[in-house]
T-cell receptor, first 108, second 111 residues
């Protein structure tokens, strides 16, 4: 079973829409959780860490459900500039595990 | 804002040659990592490095690979005898507490 699983999409949404991505992880010993964003042929950039209590940064909200071992990312009021691949990342024993990423395209 | 830097941005080499990819992590970070990403595929962990030694490595990181921190700033990945399938983007990353930051990558092309 894969360490981190994501729906690869693609998600094509109109500008202004709300979109949600989910991610599941297989190992309950996983310690920390993150969402990264990756533009084509660029490096992953940290979007936000995911805390047990849930956290929000502007239009982005991340949630963690340890019991069900899933992480979510909600993007409100989508902008054209949000078009990218969103990577779910899990830290366990000093090793970061990446999902395959979910592709988002925001359409004018 | 401090950032991870990598050189070169693009390296072309012939099969069987040795390559060294260089990284300068963020200065007060203690953990260093190498990843690779084959075009169109996911980011794959290669190795993590802490306190001047490897702390974790993946199955990909076989005897052809080695890492070094030759001085207080550089962190290098050496591939001893490159194969065609080593063609990929190689990312270096560093972290202080637990959030990690990536360099812009080196695109390695093996011909």
């Amino acid at each position: 079973r894969k360490e981190v699983e994501q729906d690869p999409g693609p998600f094509n949404v109109p500008e202004g829409a709300t979109v949600a991505f989910n991610c599941t992880y297989s190992n309950s010993a996983s310690q920390s959780f993150f969402w990264y964003r990756q533009d084509c042929r660029k490096e992953p950039k940290l979007l936000m860490s995911v805390y047990s209590s849930g956290n929000e940064d502007g239009r982005f909200t991340a949630q963690l459900n340890r019991a069900s071992q899933y992480i979510s990312l909600l993007i409100r009021d989508s902008k054209l500039s949000d078009s990218a691949t969103y990577l779910c990342v899990v830290l366990r024993r000093n090793q970061f595990y990446f999902g395959t990423g979910t592709s988002l395209t925001v359409i004018p | 804002e401090p950032e991870v830097t990598q050189t070169p941005s693009h390296q072309v080499t012939q099969m069987g040659q040795e390559v060294i990819l260089r990284c300068v992590p963020i200065s007060n970070h203690l953990y260093f990592y190498w990843y690779r990403q084959i075009l169109g595929q996911k980011v794959e962990f290669l190795v993590s490095f802490y306190n001047n030694e490897i702390s974790e490595k993946s199955e990909i990181f076989d005897d052809q690979f080695s890492v070094e921190r030759p001085d207080g700033s550089n962190f290098t990945l050496k591939i001893r005898s490159t194969k065609l399938e080593d063609s990929a983007m190689y990312f270096c990353a560093s972290s202080g507490a637990y959030e990690q930051y990536f360099g812009p990558g080196t695109r390695l092309t093996v011909t």
